[in-house]
T-cell receptor, first 112, second 109 residues
């Protein structure tokens, strides 16, 4: 059973471009979570989704950030018009229900 | 969700038991305590979780005090590969984990 798959592992964008991060949950998992980790800090919750629904987006910045988990395909975290402060590691986790979260290896976003 | 407090860093000799404390004095009756670790910059790895009773699995043991205000994660025979940041998390929903700054454990040869 493959783990949570995130791609790309590393993403470089120039200021003003869009960043699109993908997350494929573990087989049988219908709950997806996104976290952001700035250098030397702990993970910060961003958003929790189930298939086609955003359940909790209390950690999402109000502008430029959006997330989706369509009926088919991976979950997508989209950052529009990236700025240098968006440089971070973005982790996705999945769970079969609201309990143990299994994390992917993360996407390292660098904004030039 | 319960606020947790952990020491910022600890050392442990290789082969010895590593005991990592966590204070969660504000935890409520239906909140679980989860432990994760993050090795270098990898994704967090689930270790163990519990509600009231002590728990043990192939990785570690979790000892929760009777009043549930604190817990201890025990790695029975620490190896160099256990060097990581360990996070204690209290949550009643299982959907929004608050990771805090954790304890940086260094296993010394």
């Amino acid at each position: 059973n493959a783990g949570v798959m995130q791609n790309p592992r590393h993403l470089v964008r120039r200021r003003g471009q869009e960043a699109r991060l993908r997350c494929s949950p573990m087989k049988g998992h219908s709950h997806v979570y996104w976290y952001r980790q700035l250098p030397e800090e702990g993970l910060k919750f961003m958003v929790y989704l189930q298939k086609e629904n955003i359940i909790d987006e209390s950690g999402m910045p109000k502008e430029r950030f959006s997330a989706e988990f369509p009926k088919e395909g991976p979950s997508i975290l989209r950052i529009q018009q990236v700025v240098r402060g968006d440089s971070a590691a973005y982790f996705c986790a999945s769970s079969p229900q609201e309990n143990i979260q299994y994390f992917g290896a993360g996407t390292r976003l660098s904004v030039l | 969700d319960a606020k947790t407090t952990q020491p910022p860093s600890m050392d442990c000799a290789e082969g010895r038991a590593a005991n990592l404390p966590c204070n969660h004095s504000t935890i409520s009756g239906n909140e679980y305590v989860y432990w994760y670790r993050q090795i270098h910059s990898q994704g967090p790895q689930y270790i163990i979780h519990g509600l009231k009773n002590n728990e043990t699995n192939e990785m570690a043991s979790l000892i929760i005090t009777e009043d549930r205000k604190s817990s201890t994660l025990i790695l029975p025979h620490a190896t160099l590969r256990d060097t990581a940041v360990y996070y204690c998390i209290g949550t009643n929903t299982g959907n929004q984990f608050y990771f805090g700054t954790g304890t940086s454990l260094t296993v010394i040869p």
